[in-house]
């Protein structure tokens, strides 16, 4: 764990308080384990006792990315693990994932991972087994692409 006075110096860096930035670590894990799940963010807003506005610009702050944003690359995340393993159609692995909409679900992989969800379960995927689980994350992680 970090130690307090540099946790400090870090929440004063990124514009939020320490106790906002410990409030947004616990709706951040939140999503994390229930990303499959409707989350309302008016709720997770009440979660860190924020109005949702200031949620959203609080968190924006905090990780670089909306709330929406961030539920939505830990959807898709999940996602590309889902159609590597070829199991599933993409329409159960959107449902899988937490999205209703298999329209929004298509678009998003897509802004994000740069091919369609069926063309990137087609394409052949070697196993990442010399890669660190930390490198993978970092340099799999979907990011939206500049245009």
């Known amino acids: 764990m970090i130690p307090g006075p540099v946790s400090v ?12 930035l410990r409030r947004l ?12 799940e409707p989350l309302d ?16 610009r609080s968190f924006r702050k905090a990780f670089g990315e909306t709330p929406y944003s961030y539920l939505m690359t830990r959807r898709i995340e999940r996602a590309k693990a889902l159609l590597r393993q070829g199991d599933l159609t993409v329409t159960e692995v959107c449902l899988a994932v937490g999205c209703t909409s298999l329209g ?7 802004e994000l991972v740069g091919r369609t969800p069926s063309a990137y379960r087609a394409a052949s995927h ?8 930390c490198v ?5 992680r979907p990011r939206r692409r500049p245009y």
């Not at 070697?126 to 689980?133: D, K, L, N």
């Open 9 to 20: 110096g870090c929440a004063k860096l990124v514009g939020v308080s320490l106790e906002d």
């Open 25 to 36: 670590r616990r709706v951040r894990d939140r999503m994390d384990r229930e990303y499959a």
């Open 41 to 56: 963010m008016s709720e997770l807003a009440r979660d860190a006792l924020m109005s949702p506005g200031h949620f959203q």
């Open 104 to 110: 929004s679900f298509s678009s998003r992989f897509t």
């Open 126 to 133: 070697e196993p990442a087994a010399v890669i660190p689980s």
């Open 136 to 140: 993978a994350r970092t340099f799999t």
